[in-house]
T-cell receptor, first 114, second 114 residues
Framework: AQSVAQPEDQVNVAEGNPLTVKCTYS??????LFWYVQYPNRGLQFLLK??????LVKGSYGFEAEFNKSQTSFHLKKPSALVSDSALYFC????????????FGQGTTLQVKP | DGGITQSPKYLFRKEGQNVTLSCEQN?????MYWYRQDPGQGLRLIYY???????QKGDIAEGYSVSREKKESFPLTVTSAQKNPTAFYLC?????????????FGQGTRLTVV
């Protein structure tokens, strides 16, 4: 069965420090991976995706993610965190059944403190 | 503006009532999805539609129904058979189900049973 795990419920970082939000996945076949961000009582906003090609993917708002096939990971990173980055982050993998369904991790709350 | 519109933003339902959540998109996307979000559980797929006049059950379809009579509209009805309907409901769309493009999300409807 396909699945996504986000091992940390919450990540705390100081403003200006680098941040990492972890994600591991389990899929059959090639993984198609996504990161989304959610602000309180809002929908999900797309940040970036990995389909194929370079293992380092750059996305919106200065975020990037590193795809590691051997470790089945797709960690989200940012070199310098902002207080406004504080939100709920979801990692997702596309279902292999060609339906376009996304399988989500449980989410990680990022708290950036001034 | 192009995008996905969900209405209402907040909805209160009495026990035993059916309610319908609206989702409209003007992105000309073929595929549409309904997800349910509960705290700490990520998003779970309720129903999806790959093309107009067709839809499929997702992982938690019991107590829900949908229709897809028009390409731009994918309403979700929460029936009285849904035992625990209080949740945040998110509608999404993508260009076509078989392509590795990101999904776009609406702003969500928060349903509360009173």
């Amino acid at each position: 069965a396909q699945s996504v795990a986000q091992p940390e419920d919450q990540v705390n970082v100081a403003e200006g420090n680098p941040l990492t939000v972890k994600c591991t996945y389990s899929v059959s076949g090639n993984p198609y991976l996504f990161w989304y961000v959610q602000y309180p009582n809002r929908g999900l906003q797309f940040l970036l995706k990995y389909i194929t090609g370079d293992n380092l993917v750059k996305g919106s708002y200065g975020f990037e993610a590193e795809f590691n096939k051997s470790q089945t990971s797709f960690h989200l990173k940012k070199p310098s965190a902002l207080v406004s980055d504080s939100a709920l982050y979801f990692c997702a993998v596309r279902d292999s059944g060609n339906t376009g369904k996304l399988i989500f991790g449980q989410g990680t709350t990022l708290q950036v403190k001034p | 503006d192009g995008g996905i519109t969900q209405s209402p933003k907040y909805l209160f339902r009495k026990e035993g009532q059916n309610v319908t959540l609206s989702c409209e998109q003007n992105l000309n996307h073929d595929a549409m999805y309904w997800y349910r979000q509960d705290p700490g559980q990520g998003l779970r797929l309720i129903y999806y539609s790959q093309i107009v006049n067709d839809f499929q059950k997702g992982d938690i379809a019991e107590g829900y129904s949908v229709s897809r009579e028009k390409k731009e509209s994918f309403p979700l009805t929460v029936t009285s058979a849904q035992k625990n309907p209080t949740a945040f409901y998110l509608c999404a769309s993508s260009i076509r189900a078989g392509e590795n493009t990101e999904a776009f999300f609406g702003q969500g409807t928060r349903l509360t049973v009173v």
